[in-house]
């Protein structure tokens, strides 16, 4: 059996030693393992954020690779520790749904719950399962052990509503679902919404910003100006070229955009809304 | 002989290439050696919070792990630069009293000045002995090289104080060791000076909070509330959920903390204090 | 062929899952590299910076290893992607200058532009070259494909200035390059810059800050003072013992900095330039 990735994201941060005894732990066991930070600096407790960046980065790694999220505010409660495996890649975490938007629209092959506590370090605290639960399940599974030992099987997960893009008359309303640490306004509108729309040139507006027409890249704008384009996850982004979007016009995520015929003033469009 | 995981621990950051520079200088000398970041994000100079680090990450290792320790204001000048041995773990870093914390109460097998600028970068300079001393020394310990190769045998290290906590009357006087990036609260007070202490239910002061009960995870307390439980650590941790603690009251590294039974009013416990 | 190192330096941050995203490319590729966070942390666009840090960190790496350096502000546009071989080494970044100061008067064997698009991932977005050119290109090259498969010889490529220290009368003009996360000013000014000048004690000025003699380590310096040294780079840098100068002094990048005689008064000096 191949060595596999175990990547990880939590919101544990790059100060305390967290992330690192979770990789003790990983090695303890497989000293042959390869580990990836995902990202390390989720905001805490941002169980949407952690999901999305799991959604995204999923596509680019290869199969058999084990994902292990842990943005866990429950740790300790009655919530399910999980594992589930899908189209021949590995999701570890905790069943709130950070497990969920990567895994929409793809075929579950299994879900355990991680009640074997063989696999579990013992005594497990109740106040850190990314050490105590995640980790050594990640490490056991990147040995080879089949993914039914590590618990019963389940039939359910906690799913995250993927907010959806709604279309009335000509025009798209969506939402800004994440910003990245170059302030871009990442939404929830892909490239495929924007290209049913068919306008000339869609007309974009957030946060009292509105911007004519997609680019192709970031330097097409002008520095201090706006630029929208369909970024690298395939999502309508407003960025400000060698600026900051979020600092300039102050948005933040779950921010209306709108997107709407050039033809068309935004009266007329969320007059149809 | 086997690989062994080397992990480091620096107030160096992020944004700078000096742990990247460190881990080329390993890698250099040791192609399959395998790194682990326990934390680059320590204050600055915090020698303090580099021990605890260290003290609470020792323990899920695997035998035989180097742990690499650099928060060394005093580098190049007359302190020395330490590899002490205990029970098949290696320790590595300046003898100001970063390694001391996580070899308390352990079997020390040997202590070693290193002196012998063979294993040193040369010319080593006076500002980086992170580069130039501490990696490549964990380098070639890591191929194999016996530890009293790298210098002089030497006698006793340097100490930091392990704060203690301090009993009288029904009441625990302890300190806060260690803030978290999520805020928490860390104390010195263990498990069993809690479970010694027999209250039915303690109450836990810190920064003119008073919280009742030792709660089991963190989503037992109301949000905006604060919650006392035993952490990951074995330590009495004052948390906010889903808040910040710190945030919250302003509490300090060195703040005082007050452990009593409940049927006693705080002035009561101080008085005897 | 052994198994290369692959370093990266980005703009990309801790929060954000990029970076991660160019790691799990690479290991598809080649699930045998082994790569190194140089820093992650450059501030955004600040192709300067990332220069700098790849100049001084490169002379600790080993033969044969990969630099990826993606501050890329005119991603999707024109500038060319490029590899190129130097001294045993491998550079690969946009054609904007980030690679230009590690390869200063070094010998190069080949400047390839990166048209090849086989050896990108496809479709390739025109935002994010990190993961969909640099990221498979390092790889790939890491499992032997010559630089040559990777697209056409081109023979020139950008540089950035690096800025000279002028020498006037008995004095040094330079200027402050880079401030790294403790707040010590690293200048342009090389220990042989100084030795050349033959001052007894030089006397160093910046941001309105005079300090007078070079120390040979960071704790020689008192306390809240300020400390000129020559650090692990090989460059002056104005620092303050267990303080932060750039917080105390209020210097920025690009800050003139004079070293002259301490026979000499700094208008005397300044009169002579």
Not at 13 to 36: E, L, Q, R, W, Y
Not at 152 to 157: A, E, L, P, Q, S
């Amino acid at each position: 059996m191949e060595a596999k990735l175990i990547t990880l994201i939590t919101d544990f941060g790059h100060k305390d030693p967290f992330v690192g005894i979770m990789k003790g732990v990983i090695f303890g066991i497989n000293p042959s393992a390869t580990t990836i930070d995902l990202s390390q600096g989720i905001s805490p407790q941002d169980v949407l954020a952690g999901a999305l960046v799991l959604r995204y980065a999923v596509p680019f790694f290869p199969g058999g690779t084990i994902h292990v999220a842990v943005v866990d505010p429950g740790v300790g409660s009655s919530r399910r520790p999980l594992l589930i495996e899908s189209e021949g890649s590995f999701f570890v975490g905790p069943d709130n749904g950070i497990l969920s938007l990567a895994l929409e629209g793809k075929k579950i092959s299994r879900m355990i719950d991680l009640s074997n506590k063989l696999y579990h370090l013992n005594p497990a605290s109740t106040t850190f399962h990314g050490r105590d639960v995640f980790a050594p399940v990640a490490a056991y599974l990147s040995l080879g052990i089949p993914p039914e030992d590590f618990g019963t099987t389940v039939h359910d997960f906690a799913h995250l509503p993927w907010p959806e893009v709604t279309k009335t008359g000509g025009a798209l309303v969506g939402k800004v679902i994440y910003i990245d640490a170059f302030g871009n306004l990442i939404t929830n509108v892909r490239d495929r919404d924007v290209s049913a729309l068919h306008p000339e040139k869609p007309m974009i507006s957030v946060a009292g910003v509105t911007v004519e027409g997609l680019a192709s890249h970031y330097s097409s704008g002008r520095e201090g100006g706006y630029t929208a384009l369909i970024n690298s996850w395939g999502l309508l982004e407003i960025s400000s070229f060698k600026g900051n979007a979020q600092l300039l016009c102050g948005a933040k995520v779950g921010d209306e955009v709108l997107v709407r015929n050039s033809q068309e003033s935004e009266q007329q469009a969320q007059a149809k809304i």
